[in-house]
């Protein structure tokens, strides 16, 4: 089993930053992908980043690609994803995820909201 706690979500200006972050805890996250993905209200769950936490590989989606990062602190078992130059399409509620491979993911956090007013 693996826990996922994401904080950091909020009300933000278009063109503002925000800072999430996932706090995790359970199996030997070593053995993990870690990733981000996104719901807005009515749309399907989209995938934003990913990164393995043994060699920090990482991989992002289109619309967030040079305004997104993700990045991981070993020592604090936790994931972090920095947005800037964010816009109302960014607006949506952030999961954080953990997976065996880079396309599957078993465990969820419960998601943090992320509002960009125009």
């Known amino acids: 089993q693996v826990q996922l706690v994401e904080s950091g979500g909020g009300l933000v200006q278009a063109g503002g930053s925000l800072r999430l972050s996932c706090a995790a805890s359970?199996?030997?996250?070593?053995?993990?992908?870690m990733g981000w993905f996104r719901q807005a209200p009515g749309k399907e769950r989209e995938f934003v980043a990913r990164?393995?936490?043994?060699?920090?590989?990482?991989a992002y989606a289109d619309s967030v690609k040079g305004r997104f990062t993700i990045s991981r602190d070993n020592a604090k078992n936790t994931v972090y994803l920095q947005m800037s130059s964010l816009n109302p399409e960014d607006t949506a509620v952030y999961y954080c995820a953990a997976g065996s491979t880079p396309y599957f993911y078993r465990y969820y956090g419960q998601g943090t909201q992320v509002t960009v007013s125009s």
């Open positions: 359970g199996r030997t996250l070593s053995d993990y992908v």
């Open positions: 990164i393995s936490w043994s060699a920090g590989n990482t």
